[in-house]
C-alpha cells in the first residue's frame, strides 16, 4: 500500500474530507429538531427519508468494508496495483456512519410523532424491495468465489443510482441554505480525490472508487441548477408571494435534508 509523497498534500486531503463532512452534515439538525419541537412531521417527505436509508447505508456498506477489511484491501490492491492508496478516507466512513444513524432516526419521528396520514409511497417502497433484491442476489452471487470486492462495488453503485433518483422531481421551494452547503460539500469531496491522485500521480482511486467522484458530480450538477432557478429564474417570482399564512405555519419551516433539494450526500 502505498503512502502520502507530500505532507502538505496529505494535510490539505484531510482538511478537504473533513469539510465536506461538515458541509454535508450540518443540513441534517434543522428538520430533525424541528420535529421534536413540534412533534410532528406533518410536511416532511417520507418518501426520501427512506430513500435515503438505503442510499446511506450502501454507501457505508462499501465505506466501512474498503477502509477496515484486509481481505477487501487484498483484492483491491490485486485489481488496481500494490503501489496505489485506498479510496476511502476516514471522513467518508465517518460521514456515512452519521448519515445512516440521523436517518434513522428521522424514521424513529416518522414511526412516533403526528404524521397527519401522510404516508410512504407504493413506488418508493417498490424501488427499496429491489435495490435490497438486487444486493440479496449479489451477495449469493459474490459468496462461492468470495468476490468481496465485486460485492461491495454493487452497492457503490446502488448509492450513486439512489441519489440521481432523489434529485429529478423537485425545482422549486428549497432551502438555498442546504442547497450551499450541499454544493460545497460536493466540491470539497471531489477536490479531496484530486489531491490524493495528484500526490500518487495516478487517477486510478477514482475509478477505484467511483461512487464518490460521481456523487460528488452528481451534487455539483443539480446544486447548481437549484442555485441558477434560486438566483436567476426565480427571484422575481419570490418577491411577489405574499406573506406566510397560519395555515402555512403548519408546514416545516426548513426544507427536510433528507429531501433532495437539500440531500447531503
Known sequence: M?????????????????TAFLSWSVGFYPQLILNFRRKSVVGLNFDFVVLNLTKHSSFLIYNATLYFSKAVQKQYFEKY??????????NDVAFSSYAVLITAITLIQIAIYERGGQTVSKISFAIVFVVWLVA??????ALPTHSWLWLINIFNSIQVFMAVIKYFPH??????GNILLDFSGGVASYAQ????????????????NIGKPLLSLICIFFDIIFMVQHFLLYSGRRALIPSKTSKESEQPLVKSTDDPESENV
Open 2 to 18: 502505498a503512502s502520502w509523497n507530500s505532507i502538505p498534500l496529505e494535510i490539505t486531503h484531510e482538511v478537504l474530507g473533513w
Open 171 to 176: 425545482t422549486d421551494g428549497f432551502s438555498i
Open 81 to 90: 496495483g500494490f503501489g496505489e492508496m485506498i479510496p476511502v478516507a476516514a
Open 136 to 141: 440479496g442476489v449479489s451477495f449469493f452471487v
Open 193 to 208: 480525490m484530486a489531491v490524493q491522485s495528484i500526490d500518487q500521480d495516478s487517477w486510478v482511486n477514482f475509478y477505484g
